[in-house]
């Protein structure tokens, strides 16, 4: 009999960006390095949707093969399939650098595409890994859904690849947002499926109830609680009849598979994008890593964890905070009871991936917790998560 899925309570805390008042741009704020500045770019409704406009605008499908990191997580895999085209995969190491000589002990006459990411928003060796891919004859897809900011060799992260690919929601306050980029390729014939009306409206109204969920923008929450009832109402019946209307809500691979059972490419909702482009990048650049630094000071030196990364390059701005735990299987339920919002990249592998595939995969895949940095959590509540943590952790 298979065991039933743990259920544990909200989380106490947001996961994910929240939007605020004070998130907005002024005419002289700085602008840092973003994905923004790769160049040729289309705004489409996930990062996995950008993996799949990509395959489709190299051509890639029934024959190619696409090699893929071991450590992986499903939506980055699922667009290959959906091309026909044979996800293979390749070791990385300890520290989640790529494994090259194993990459190219997979080459065969197949081989089309290599997509890797920045893991967590460390930055790969983009200049050797693009080096590579010229001498083998690869297309090179840069996977920046964990490094929407930060730079390589001065240039910004995505600007090796020949294309590259981002999923902006994970840090920025919207519900739906992929990018597709390229610094190489003109990407003006890449088509896109306009989404209807209530897509739009509904990515704005959820990006709304999450915030008002996690206690921002209050004095807005009783001004649209009329509207945003009207909108769970129409949602529920343009469902009913149409199931496949896809949900703006990409944050599991589910629901970005959804979106890809009939609508091809579908562009990114225009609140998104409006958020995007009016939000204080500099600041959350900062935060984010202000509040990577406080995670990994003050859980240093604990026993029984250790970050993933030592240290915070100066050209790095985090997606989370990755935790290596010794007793994950105690750790996570623990915190997770605990209302601590983890994201557990790799969690689960495409089938077939195994110990011989990546021993260094397996491990992580087991032992990595990733914890949110943020720019839209309170001091109190970094400290709460920060209290947590150490409790569970040190107290066996
Ligand atoms: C490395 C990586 N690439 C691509 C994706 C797909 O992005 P999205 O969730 O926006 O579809 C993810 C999703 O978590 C990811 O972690």
């Known amino acids: 009999m298979s065991a039933l899925p743990a259920i544990y309570p909200r989380e106490r805390i947001p996961k994910n960006a929240v939007l605020t008042a004070g998130m907005f741009r002024t005419p002289s704020d700085p602008v840092p390095a973003s994905f923004l500045d790769v160049g040729c770019s289309k705004f489409v409704s996930s990062g996995s949707m950008a993996i799949r406009l990509c395959l489709t605008h190299a051509a890639i499908g029934a024959g190619d093969t696409v090699l893929l990191p071991a450590y992986h997580c499903i939506s980055m895999v699922e667009p290959v399939v959906w091309r026909g085209a044979t996800p293979r995969f390749y070791r990385i190491h300890d520290d989640t650098s790529i494994d090259l000589a194993d990459v190219r002990s997979k080459l065969d006459r197949s081989a089309r595409a290599l997509i890797v990411p920045h893991y967590f928003g460390f930055a790969q060796d983009a200049g050797r890994i693009r080096e590579f891919c010229d001498r083998h004859g690869l297309i090179y897809v840069e996977d920046c859904a964990h490094a929407f900011f930060g730079s390589h060799a001065d240039r910004p992260l995505g600007a090796f690849g020949d294309y590259a690919i981002a999923s902006p929601w994970k840090f920025f306050p919207t519900f ?85 059972s009939r609508w091809h490419a579908q562009a990114m909702s225009w609140p998104s994008r409006l958020t995007i482009a009016l939000a204080a990048t500099a600041s959350i650049a900062a935060r984010r890593r202000r509040n990577y630094q406080k995670l990994e000071a003050a859980l240093r030196g604990s026993s029984g964890c250790r970050a993933l990364f030592s240290g915070l390059p100066d050209a790095v701005v985090p997606q989370v905070f990755p935790l290596l735990v010794d007793d994950p299987d105690r750790v996570f339920p623990q915190l997770k009871h605990a209302g601590v919002p983890i994201i557990r990249f790799g969690e689960f592998l495409w089938p077939g991936v195994d110990e011989r595939t990546c021993p260094q995969t397996m491990d992580l895949s087991r032992r990595v917790l990733q914890f949110p940095c943020h720019q839209d959590l309170r001091p109190e509540e970094l400290d709460w998560m920060i209290a947590t943590i150490h409790h569970v952790v040190e107290h066996r």
Do not use: M
Not at 193 to 217: Q, S, V
Not at 228 to 252: G, I
């Open 176 to 260: 739906d947002g992929g990018l597709l980029a390229s610094s190489r390729i003109d990407l003006d014939d890449a088509r896109l499926a306009g989404p209807g009306a209530y897509y739009h409206c509904k990515a704005a109204l959820n990006a709304l109830e999450y915030a008002f969920d996690y206690g921002r923008l209050g004095a807005l929450k009783i001004a649209l609680s009329l509207p945003l009832r009207a909108k769970s109402y129409l949602w529920r019946n343009v469902k009913t009849v149409d199931p496949e209307v896809p949900s703006p809500n990409t944050q599991s691979p589910d629901s970005a598979g959804e979106q890809c």
